[in-house]
């Protein structure tokens, strides 16, 4: 540390609370130096040649001179390999037991003394030297996974017998796809959503304010990859939660003498299993697979897909309701309020501020007369402060992170010294998940997970926990190396769980800054706090494409930034972008400008206004979109290839996206412009504010004023959308001639836990006029819904 950091720790955090973090920095340092001892000498290990193989079910196993690989092909075409004697569990991504293995699929004889496995959907090969090939039933390349190495501690003779140096092996991964492959996902990543030539760190971390395009790694890091190429699309998940690296370099066609140099990525992880999951198809497949194996996307309540205002810094009760009043007022609709740490008392989790909050259950009472719920902040870390009921509970119940000598961890957050629950173990979840019931007593209808990386303030350093901290993991046991990065995923799972207990009939409200695969289980994420300027507009739909590839399909990011005083013209063009995406939230930190649309001028106010009226207008869609991810995987918001993810062009279109089948739309990106070129997908496409007809695939450049921005419905599509007086109305928007099209509507059964059913319909033209009919078991009826037919 130097006296700059020094400094900007006491400015950032207070003069005490920057002390603080510099004191809880040099004790961690001391705490990891004595917990983790050198690594010391390493051997490097590879699997050498193949010696015998064993059948079984889907697969079998494959024995190297030094090592053994597992191999499974599950019934739907998923693979599982795995190194050393790992297996699919335990894990944190996935939802339960591994699927079943196909039973058609086995393990046999291949040419120079290799092995493969013949299934319906995908053939795997394994060569004499360990590598891993997946092809295509008609035998095209999908992935070649080479032969792993490996680095081992070497015992070291002067420590007594058995002894090791710390740690486990680290290992390395490189694999190649095809010459043309595009890769996307790693979790929320800035700089996406095609991910370039570059390396990209698997670790959670909070970057200490704003971040843009060219930061990495964000909050919430993965080790998925969404690979698409003209032999087909895949998903690879290497399901390790060390801390790691990817480096990825996309291939070139006819490079060096006309040959092919294919795509790499190259896996380099610090400890833990070498095991690997594959899921390939179309990209609507292969979602529907990773959904199969990591859990169904959790449900969101229906008032969380309006519009929700947050702010850090509110202050108090009154100026809660002003804002609350300034909507009202105006005219425009209003779903949530959230309350950051500024209501809590001396920043406690789970308090109250009573001064500023004199009453806030009738407060949210209040509110929630007007249609307008309250949302909560929480964060993990609790103050330690013997007299803290919160801190006193965690202690009996034995809940918070310790060092390796049995030690409470201790770290800096906003109410200065804090502890860690330990959400790896199960009582401690059950523990943690029980003090919401504090936060439903306060009347609020949802949470929000934030600080939970997990965050430590240091001035230098990482600003998480001790990487010796000792945690729980379902009972083996082990370090913070191993849970850093589960750790947001398992207090999301506690908060989950805690809510559905307590108030089993409501579907919980829950999104979380951090998280790791499976996080959709039991809620969404935003961007964290994205900073305010054109690259962090850009950056907030790069993060939402690339969490929904990997498997998070409810996301937003903080509209108009995070920190900062945004422009008119950027807030109103973030504003525009937000209402077209799941989680359409405002919010800013304490010191930053204000972010209601009427701060910014009448012309912006009547601008956002229109915004605001088209995303209730579509409700019904965005509640049809919400069923959908629940029930397939599908993200809402999706990459314009991602019905043609042959069109090499479109797998290069990063700045507009596909809102569920029927909807395509072109955000105002770049600061001044007023026109802008778009991208369409084969198939015909209407303008929505012009009724003007394009065909794709192809470019075209449409207007784009400050009022809005190019939305395009695909012809013959069926939306449903909001009539007067709430009523449910399809809007179809004419197909081709001699072209059929459809949509599918699933009706709003409310917030509980009612089943929902899928209701299809078909579009055609028919004389000149569009006929719409209800697609059922025994044929075609009538619709029996009010049509409003566009594009004719």
């Known amino acids: 540390m130097n006296g700059r950091e020094l400094v900007r720790s006491i400015k950032v955090f207070g003069s005490a609370q920057g002390l603080r973090a510099v004191r809880s920095a040099w004790r961690r340092r001391r705490t990891d130096a004595w917990g983790l001892p050198p690594r010391g000498a390493e051997r490097a290990r590879v699997p050498g040649l193949a010696v015998e193989a064993e059948a079984a ?24 390999w795995a190194w050393d004697g790992a297996g699919p569990l335990p894990s944190y991504a996935l939802a339960g037991e591994a699927p079943d293995a196909d039973p058609r699929a086995s393990l046999e004889p291949d040419t120079d003394g290799g092995w493969r496995i013949v299934s319906e959907r995908v053939t795997v090969t394994v060569s004499r030297h360990g590598a891993v090939e997946l092809r295509t039933p008609g035998g095209v390349l999908l992935r070649r996974d080479l032969p792993p190495r490996w680095w081992e501690p070497i015992a070291d003779p002067d420590a007594g017998s058995g002894a090791v140096a710390a740690g486990t092996a680290r290992w390395v991964q490189r694999s190649e796809v095809p010459a043309d492959a595009r890769f996307f996902g790693l979790g929320g990543r800035s700089a996406g959503p095609r991910l370039r030539d570059g390396s990209y760190r698997l670790w959670n971390t909070d970057p200490k304010g704003g971040f843009g395009p060219g930061d990495d790694p964000l909050y919430l890091t993965m080790p998925v990859q969404f690979v698409v190429s003209d032999a087909g699309t895949h998903l690879a998940f290497h399901d390790n939660s060390w801390d790691g690296r990817v480096t990825l370099a996309e291939g070139e066609e006819g490079a060096g003498s006309g040959h092919d140099r294919p795509g790499t990525s190259e ?44 702010r850090w810094g509110f202050g108090s009760a009154r100026e809660v309701r002003r804002v609350v009043a300034g909507y009202r007022e105006r005219g425009l609709p209003l779903s949530a309020v959230h309350l950051d740490i500024d209501h809590y008392d001396g920043h406690r989790v789970f308090t109250v501020d009573r001064e500023r909050f004199p009453d806030l ?32 509970g965690g202690s009996a119940a034995d809940a918070f992170v310790k060092d390796a000598r049995g030690q409470e961890v201790r770290g800096v957050v906003w109410p200065g010294e804090c502890a860690y629950p330990d959400f790896t ?107 305010t300027g054109w690259p962090g507009l850009r950056a907030s739909l790069s993060l939402v494409l690339g969490l929904g590839l990997c498997g998070v399909p409810y996301s937003g990011p903080d509209v108009g930034g995070f920190d900062g005083s945004p ?80 069109d090499r062009a479109l797998r290069d279109c990063e ?39 394009y065909e794709g695939p192809g470019q075209v450049l449409l207007d784009a004023p400050l009022s809005r921005v190019p939305v395009l419905a695909r012809a013959g599509a069926v939306l449903p959308v909001r009539g007067e007086g709430d009523e449910l109305v399809l809007e179809v928007w004419a197909p081709a001639a001699g072209r059929t099209g459809g949509g599918l509507v699933v009706r709003d059964t409310g917030d ?23 697609v059922t078991d025994d044929g075609m009826e009538e619709v029996g819904l009010p049509v409003r037919v566009r594009g004719l």
């Open 361 to 392: 259950p009738g407060l949210a009472e209040e509110l929630r007369e007007q249609g307008v719920r309250l949302v909560s902040i929480v964060d993990p870390a609790v103050k330690a402060e013997p007299g803290d009921p919160v801190y006193d």
């Open 567 to 646: 422009s008119p013209e950027l807030f109103l063009r973030w504003y525009q972008l937000g209402a077209w995406l799941p989680l359409f939230r405002t919010h800013a930190a304490i010191d930053a400008g204000r972010r209601e649309p009427w701060e910014f001028g009448p012309e912006v106010l009547e601008h956002a206004r229109v915004a605001l009226a088209e995303r209730e207008r579509l409700r019904p869609y965005f509640t049809t979109l919400a069923r959908l991810a629940r029930m397939t995987g599908a993200p809402y918001v999706r990459p314009v290839w991602w019905g043609t993810p042959e």
């Open 267 to 310: 896996v380099r992880m610090t400890g833990g299993p070498l095991r690997c999951w594959v899921v390939v198809g179309t990209p609507a497949r292969v979602l529907h697979g990773w959904a199969a194996l990591t859990g169904a996307p959790a449900l969101p309540p229906s008032w969380a897909l309006g519009p929700q205002h947050a």
């Open 425 to 531: 173990d199960p009582a401690v979840r059950e523990w943690w998940g029980g003090l919401y019931e504090e936060r439903l007593r306060q009347g609020f209808a949802g949470v929000w997970h934030d600080m939970n990386e997990p965050v430590s303030f240091v001035p230098f350093g990482d600003p998480t926990l001790p990487r010796s901290a000792r945690h729980v993991l379902e009972g083996a046991g082990g370090d913070h190396r191993e849970a850093h990065n589960v750790y947001g995923l398992a207090m999301a799972r506690a908060g989950y769980e805690g809510l559905r207990r307590l108030r089993p009939d409501e579907r919980p409200f829950l999104f979380s800054r951090s998280g790791w695969a499976g996080m959709q289980r039991y809620g969404g994420t935003w961007s964290g706090d994205v900073s």
């Open 655 to 693: 700045d507009a996206f596909l809102l569920g089948d029927a909807l395509l739309v072109a955000p105002v990106l770049t600061r001044g412009a007023d026109r802008r070129a778009v991208r369409l997908p084969r198939g015909r496409w209407y303008d929505t504010a012009t009724g003007r007809a």
């Open 752 to 774: 509980g836990w009612e089943p929902a059913t899928i209701e299809r319909y078909q579009s055609r033209l028919v004389d000149g006029r569009v006929v719409v009919e209800r």
């Open 57 to 80: 079910p889907g697969g079998g196993t494959v024995r190297f001179a030094r090592s053994s690989l597992r191999i499974c092909v599950s019934s739907g075409g998923t693979v599982f």
